[in-house]
């Protein structure tokens, strides 16, 4: 007789993770009794407490798919998440978003300054790579180069960094759909792509096997901008924890200016349907991935 597996409770989940995270960079991070100290307390500003933590979710999401060590994809996650705290600190910054607010709190060259935080970024970046390299993350040296490389290649200049600086030319330029969704593909698509794509390595999945978890991220990634386009125009600035209504105060075109809401918020469903349909060759395990896809359409920060 099969059994029947409980319901997932995504904000369960949630919860779980952020709290693992914070934890995580607590002991990453502790406070040196020497002139570094300002430095960390600068990351512990931006990478403790708030934010989503979809990313190290999905890590651990896909890593379960294949039994993957409770430990090792905590630090995968970590790794991830150190990138994504690194790039907010700079994007924030005022030579590329200038913003005063995020997570609900002063940015960290608003709470410290800007040459610290320059630095704190820098920090955090190398850090991923080193969490990586280490065998605590898996005793397997090629699993520890794979991770190391698909992070690399997430993160630079065919990933998130090139979506940040074509982000930079749509205030001076007029971007068709095309060249908006490979923006936001670069840009925020490829660290939740390569979150899903850590679970499989650390699986093991050959590279050949990945094309449906590789799909499922991809659409979740573009459903993700697409409801983030969405929440700048409509959301509530203290739930979201940053300044909205920016991207058209710049004149950059996004999904929702060249589809308009009604369209938009179409696609965005359409996406998320796509993505739980390339999960169908999964079953219950698989569940945790489902409501991520939908939660992505349905988030209110």
Same mark, same amino acid.
């Given at each position: ?14 919860? $779980?993770?952020?709290?693992?995270? #914070?934890? +995580? !960079? ?13 430095? =960390? ?43 994504? %705290?690194? /790039? ?18 002063? *940015? ?20 991923? !790579?080193?969490? &990586? ?16 490389? #698909?992070?690399?290649?997430? /993160?630079?200049? /065919? ?11 749509? $205030?001076?330029?007029? !971007?068709?759909?095309? *060249? ?14 390569? /979150? ?12 050949? +096997? ?14 993700? +901008?697409?409801? #983030?386009?969405?929440?700048? %125009? $409509?959301?509530? @600035? ?15 075109? *996004? !999904? ?10 179409? +696609?965005?469903? &359409?996406? %998320? ?11 219950? @395990?698989?569940?945790? &991935?489902?409501?991520?896809?939908? =939660? ?6």
């Amino acid at each position: 007789m099969a059994t029947i597996a409980p319901p997932v409770s995504l904000n369960a989940a949630l919860r $779980e993770i952020s709290a693992e995270m #914070d934890r +995580q !960079f607590d002991a990453l991070l502790p406070v040196p009794g020497d002139p570094r100290a300002n430095l =960390y307390r600068a990351m512990r500003h931006a990478a403790i407490g708030g934010g989503k933590r979809l990313r190290p979710l999905l890590v651990f999401a896909t890593a379960r798919l294949f039994n993957v060590e409770r430990t090792r994809a905590a630090r995968a996650a970590l790794a991830i998440e150190c990138i994504h %705290v690194y /790039s907010l600190i700079h994007d924030d910054l005022p030579a590329m978003d200038d913003d005063d607010m995020r997570r609900g709190k002063p *940015t960290v060259h608003k709470a410290y300054d800007e040459a610290t935080a320059i630095l704190a970024g820098d920090c955090l970046h190398a850090l991923a !790579f080193e969490i &990586l390299a280490h065998e605590a993350t898996h005793p397997d040296s090629h699993v520890r180069i794979e991770l190391i490389d #698909d992070l690399a290649h997430a /993160s630079g200049p /065919s990933g998130m960094a090139g979506g940040q600086a074509m982000d930079l030319e749509a $205030e001076e330029t007029s !971007f068709d759909l095309n *060249t908006v969704t490979r923006l936001q593909a670069m840009k925020t698509g490829a660290l939740i792509a390569c /979150s899903v794509e850590a679970g499989a390595i650390l699986g093991r999945l050959p590279s050949d +096997q990945r094309t449906s978890l590789r799909g499922y991220a991809r659409d979740i990634g573009l459903a993700f +901008q697409i409801a #983030d386009d969405i929440l700048d %125009v $409509e959301g509530d @600035e203290a739930a979201v924890g940053k300044a909205l209504r920016k991207d058209g105060e710049a004149g950059k075109e *996004t !999904f929702l200016s060249l589809l308009g809401l009604d369209r938009a918020r179409e +696609q965005a469903r &359409l996406l %998320v349907e796509q993505s739980i349909e390339h999960l169908r060759d999964f079953g219950h @395990e698989a569940d945790l &991935l489902r409501a991520i896809a939908r =939660y992505v359409l349905e988030r209110d920060r």
